[in-house]
């Protein structure tokens, strides 16, 4: 791949000599493709790993539906404490409204 984009450069390279602003735009382009190719050379051959993704998927699953259970039950007992401090504040009015 390297080496068949870098003759397509070289041709369009020599084809567009004369003009500059194309020239320059050839050379970015080279320079992203060199970062493309140096990119999909660093990434790891996934062929070779083994890994189970559907028991991964089960387990995220079940780490996910205890999670937002735990969140639920965190807002239940946000909305209890509210309720009792409310309670609290209407208890305390009305008993100092009867003094």
Same mark, same amino acid.
């Given at each position: 791949?390297?080496?068949?984009?870098?003759q397509?450069?070289?041709?369009?390279?020599?084809i567009?000599?004369?003009?500059?602003?194309?020239v320059q735009?050839?050379?970015?382009?080279?320079?992203?493709?060199?970062n493309?190719i140096?990119? #999909?050379t660093?990434?790891p $051959? !996934?062929?070779?790993?083994?890994v189970?993704?559907?028991?991964i /998927?089960? @387990?995220?699953?079940?780490?996910?539906?205890?999670?937002?259970?735990?969140?639920? #039950?965190?807002?239940i007992? $946000? !909305?209890?404490?509210?309720?009792?401090?409310c309670?609290?504040v /209407?208890? @305390?009015?009305?008993?100092?409204?009867?003094?």
């Open positions: 791949m390297e080496v068949g984009l870098q397509h450069l070289n041709r369009l390279d020599e567009f000599a004369t003009r500059g602003d194309y735009a050839l050379r970015f382009m080279g320079q992203m493709a060199d493309i140096r990119q #999909l660093a990434m $051959d !996934l062929s070779k790993a083994k189970d993704l559907s028991a /998927a089960d @387990q995220t699953a079940y780490v996910e539906y205890y999670r937002w259970l735990t969140y639920l #039950l965190l807002l007992l $946000d !909305l209890v404490i509210c309720l009792v401090a309670l609290g /209407a208890k @305390q009015s009305r008993w100092l409204l009867t003094m």
